[in-house]
């Protein structure tokens, strides 16, 4: 196969724990484009999966930018220090020598640095660490750049935090030089949109591809209800004590509760102690480790309910569409959404696949459940809604063409 023009794509994350820069890597490479990643070392648990990736598409050129944690310790150490010192440089002179963004990215200079070295047709960044790369480098080679908003970067943390000042001053110096934006949701648009209004924005849903859709939705019994989560860490606040709560207002053999991603000894005690706490079996909650992102569906598809059960604890969380919503689309489940802005949004547009029910309320998630348990026909008629919702509407296969036509507008 022939290849067309050169596009380098950065993150700062690993390309396995960042599915929406790999979907549209691997998009380019299979729309003919010779494709570059650099990315960075930060996260073990996707060790394994990159190099299985690395060996799927060899053709793909993958440049790491950075050092790992635990088989480079002294590289790692070195990142560490520096970007404590630029915290200091930070809070004593400001913005000065990117030391913003350097405070806030371990591996921004070596991201910029990498980038600098090859020359394409066009940059896309992924993640704050990248903005800094993909400026320099498509300035050095007078091409255009996209950056991609998959989070509402400004609206981590809280307003009067350091990082928070940080995130303000790095934006306001890159974003004015980026040609094109992307985002994951209508909400992150508006939101940036009203700040940088005279940037080009496309949202692009963070949906995953059609042929990881099962077939057909799986006929359960109803008994236990099954409930499914996945991330790739499993921690607190995240919505899932009320779930567990709220299990424990039904009986032992009612419900069970499958959480899926790299989770610490500390934080599956800490939920083996909730749930026992609350009088709850230990086969009621079950952990699985991490696994390829194409066969979460297929998991999934084995529970009635996937639960989006965002809290709200930030504006980026409020604003953000998770894309646990769009896997269980795929997988065929009824879906129980928290009230967050976006969610709220989704659910007013889609209301037969699921369930809107109050953040932080126990109550209202126990009226959910009790809902679906007592009404077998609607629990069923979601799931298959959720399945041809997935496959008519929210799917990589659509919002790829979309993708490919933002960055050939912005190919010189």
Not at 28 to 52: E, M, R, T
Not at 213 to 231: G, Q, T, Y
């Amino acid at each position: 196969m022939g290849f067309k023009k050169s596009i380098t794509i950065i993150t700062s994350a690993q390309p396995s724990a960042n599915p929406r820069m790999l979907k549209e890597a691997i998009s380019l490479f299979d729309a003919g484009y010779h494709v570059n990643v650099i990315w960075c070392l930060i996260s073990p648990w996707a060790d394994p999966f990159d190099q299985k990736l690395f060996q799927q598409y060899p053709t793909i050129k993958w440049i790491n930018a950075g050092y790992h944690s635990q088989k480079q310790p002294l590289g790692y150490l070195y990142a560490r220090v520096r970007q404590k010192y630029w915290q200091l440089i930070y809070r004593l002179i400001g913005n000065h020598f990117d030391a913003a963004i350097n405070s806030l990215v371990l591996y921004s200079q070596e991201l910029k640095s990498a980038a600098l070295k090859i020359e394409s047709d066009i940059f896309i960044g992924h993640n704050l660490g990248a903005l800094p790369a993909i400026v320099g480098a498509s300035k050095k080679f007078s091409k255009k750049n996209v950056f991609d908003f998959e989070d509402y970067h400004r609206g981590e943390s809280g307003t009067d935090t350091l990082a928070f000042k940080m995130i303000i001053d790095v934006e306001n110096k890159f974003i004015p030089l980026i040609d094109t934006i992307t985002t994951a949701s209508s909400s992150i648009t508006e939101a940036y949109r009203s700040i940088f209004p005279q940037k080009n924005y496309t949202t692009i849903h963070n949906v995953f591809p059609l042929s990881y859709a099962i077939d057909e939705i799986k006929h359960l019994p109803l008994k236990p209800l099954k409930l499914f989560w996945f991330s790739q860490y499993i921690g607190k606040k995240r919505g899932l004590e009320n779930v567990i709560q709220a299990m424990a207002t039904f009986g032992q053999d009612d419900i069970q509760f499958t959480l899926l991603g790299s989770c610490s000894n500390d934080i599956k005690n800490y939920f083996s102690s909730l749930a026992d706490s609350l009088g709850l079996s230990k086969n009621q909650i079950i952990f699985i480790e991490p696994i390829h992102e194409s066969k979460i569906a297929q998991i999934a598809s084995e529970h009635h309910i996937g639960i989006a059960s965002e809290p709200g604890r930030d504006l980026n969380n409020e604003l953000a569409l998770s894309n646990k919503i769009m896997m269980y689309l795929l997988a065929g489940n009824a879906i129980l959404l928290s009230n967050t802005k976006m969610q709220s949004e989704f659910f007013q547009e889609n209301t037969t696949v699921g369930y809107l029910y109050e953040r932080d309320s126990c109550i209202a998630l126990k009226g959910a459940l009790n809902f679906y348990m007592n009404n077998l026909h609607i629990l069923t008629e979601h799931r298959s809604n959720s399945l041809s919702l997935a496959k008519s509407k929210y799917n990589w296969d659509l919002e790829n063409d979309i993708f490919l036509k933002v960055v050939g507008k912005n190919i010189n």
